[in-house]
């Protein structure tokens, strides 16, 4: 075995930890959402603020790191599907770090100081509508690195391009609510 297959496997592996693990909590969450039993929300959103900064955010610079290893060593950076998946890892890692970090942050505070109230609870339906969004650019990143398209692949790329744009609908196109609303 070279080490190129070493870096390899070692990259799949933390991302099959970090996409996968994340989408079974991101599928906790709508289960959670559906039933609107509070304390199974508050459960996804625990387990969420948890495994994020502990779990999830290591496995993905792991990932990433692998990822780079590869680049620098063996693959280089000129190809389309490189400069989309590193473009694709820059947004989920942003989210991550710009929105459901603070979030999470803010709901705990929340939940700890005043309980599940609605305005804890609209914050978990922030991250979830978010998390829709991020799911989205994960799955065209997968897609990248399996289907490595090129600049000629204009039907993956286009396929990616929807994947993205649903994404953002689901996400940030309806009104899906985590608490009904007061009035």
Not at 42 to 59: C, H, N, T, V, Y
Request: aromatic letters at 10%; glycine letters at 12%.
């Amino acid at each position: 075995m070279d080490w190129y297959s070493i870096v390899k496997f070692l990259h799949v592996v933390t991302a099959i930890l970090w996409v996968g693990g994340g989408f079974v909590l991101f599928l906790l969450g709508m289960l959670a959402e559906r039933s609107g039993n509070i304390e199974e929300k508050l459960q996804a959103i625990r387990a969420s603020g948890q495994l994020g900064g502990r779990f999830f955010a290591p496995m993905s610079m792991l990932t990433l790191l692998f990822g780079l290893v590869m680049c620098i060593f063996w693959v280089g950076f000129s190809d389309l599907w490189i400069l989309i998946g590193l473009a694709g890892y820059a947004t989920t890692f942003a989210i991550g770090m710009l929105i459901f970090k603070p979030i999470g942050e803010r709901m705990g505070a929340m939940l700890a100081k005043d309980g599940a109230t609605p305005a804890a609870l609209a914050e978990g339906q922030r991250m979830m509508s978010t998390a829709r969004f991020d799911y989205s650019v994960m799955l065209v990143i997968i897609a990248d690195m399996v289907l490595k398209p090129t600049v000629h692949d204009v039907g993956i790329l286009a396929g990616m391009a929807l994947v993205i744009a649903a994404g953002a609908t689901l996400a940030f196109g309806g009104s899906r609510r985590l608490v009904p609303s007061a009035a």
